[in-house]
């Protein structure tokens, strides 16, 4: 099973500011991976999909790089709506495996 | 756009099972299949399997084998999960998602389902 980590598990950030997640595989999972974001009591949304392309309605101050095993997700100048919980997800083996997420708030 | 519509809120005994359903907007069986996960608070998903709607085909994660049980019935244009053996670890809610492959990313998710194991 490929294990999924995360960091920061936690991420205080301004309105405005960057933010920087990082995930990262136990084996390498090629460009198989995607990003989501879950508000509280909400459905995951995908951001990302194919470690750096972003869903459709997708704003461009996300981004997302990697492949292998390193992953970041940037989200440029943070908006209120931007708060929130996001977890990366790995596709290449079974099973399915995501990481345990990091909580972005103020 | 499609969504998934899933059932209510499960309050169940510890011992016993719960079936959770999910339909989608449309009709695309034809197109898609249907994973299931479930999430404790404050922690990441947990991947438990997914269906073929069209053919009934499944796979399991190795953590729930013996336990789950994932069916459709395209006449009502739903799949279900159902889960026996409940224990209080089995707490958390619960969502469907559709993929368009076996593996891949998934998008879009159902709204979840709280599954409550308590006597």
């Known amino acids: 099973e490929i294990v999924m980590t995360q960091s920061p598990a936690s991420l205080s950030v301004s309105p405005g500011q960057r933010a920087t997640l990082s995930c990262r595989a136990s084996?390498?999972?090629?460009?198989?991976v995607a990003w989501y974001q879950q508000e509280p009591g909400q459905a995951p949304r995908l951001l990302i999909y194919?470690?750096?392309i972003r869903a459709t309605g997708i704003p461009a101050r996300f981004s997302a790089s990697g492949s292998g095993t390193e992953f970041t997700l940037t989200i440029s100048s943070l908006q209120s709506e931007d708060f929130g919980f996001y977890f990366c997800?790995?596709?290449?083996?079974?099973?399915?495996?995501f990481g345990p997420g990091t909580k972005v708030d103020v | 756009q499609v969504q998934l519509v899933q059932s209510g809120t499960a309050v169940i005994k510890p011992g016993a099972s719960v079936k959770v359903s999910c339909r989608p907007s449309?009709?695309?069986?034809?197109?898609?299949?249907i994973h299931w996960m479930r999430q404790a608070p404050g922690q990441g998903p947990e991947w438990m399997g997914w269906?073929?709607?069209?053919?009934?085909?499944?796979l399991y994660a190795q953590n729930f084998q013996g336990r789950v049980t994932m069916t459709s019935e395209t006449s009502v244009n739903s799949v279900y999960m159902d889960l026996s053996g409940l224990t209080s670890n089995d707490t958390a809610t619960y969502f469907c998602?559709?993929?368009?492959?076996?593996?891949?990313?998934?998008?879009?998710w159902g709204q979840g389902t709280l599954v409550a194991v308590s006597s």
């Open positions: 998602a559709l993929v368009g492959a076996t593996r891949g990313w998934l998008d879009p």
């Open positions: 449309g009709n695309i069986f034809t197109v898609y299949f």
């Open positions: 269906i073929n709607p069209r053919t009934g085909d499944t």
């Open positions: 084996h390498s999972v090629s460009s198989d």
């Open positions: 194919g470690a750096s």
């Open positions: 997800q790995q596709y290449k083996n079974w099973p399915l495996t």
